[in-house]
Nanobody, 125 residues
Framework: QVQLVESGGGLVQAGGSLRLSCAASARAFSGYAVAWFRQGPGKEREFVAAMRWSGGSAYYADSVKGRFTISRVIAENTMYLQMNSLKPEDTAVYYC??????????????????WGQGTQVTVSS
């Protein structure tokens, strides 16, 4: 099975930046998608960003558009989430995920079957 190991979380002041990394234990097929979800305190897990491993369009939750960027380095089997202009409401445990959703379902967490362990991001005001 593919294992995903996350890193890069931490405590940051509002307006600051963090970059989350997610390293996969094996190479992915070109049809796979990679995604980030998050779960804040007392909230349900929600979609943040996703893209095809092979490239193309990226998809973002409205709340993070213009601030977060999803990317990947194929040779390293690693995906990233660059988070800029962080807000206190971004505080959550962030999870990376891999699956093979069709584009119309790329935002749906049920379509992903490999998950990272989560990394805590805390944004202070």
């Amino acid at each position: 099975q593919v294992q995903l190991v996350e890193s890069g979380g931490g405590l940051v002041q509002a307006g600051g930046s963090l970059r989350l990394s997610c390293a996969a234990s094996a190479r992915a097929f070109s049809g796979y998608a990679v995604a980030w979800f998050r779960q804040g305190p007392g909230k349900e897990r929600e979609f943040v960003a996703a893209m095809r491993w092979s490239g193309g369009s990226a998809y973002y939750a409205d709340s993070v558009k213009g601030r977060f960027t999803i990317s990947r380095v194929i040779a390293e089997n690693t995906m990233y989430l660059q988070m800029n202009s962080l807000k206190p409401e971004d505080t959550a445990v962030y999870y990376c995920a891999v699956g093979r959703p069709i584009i119309s379902a790329i935002r749906e967490q049920q379509m992903y079957y490999h998950w990272g362990q989560g990394t805590q991001v805390t944004v202070s005001s």
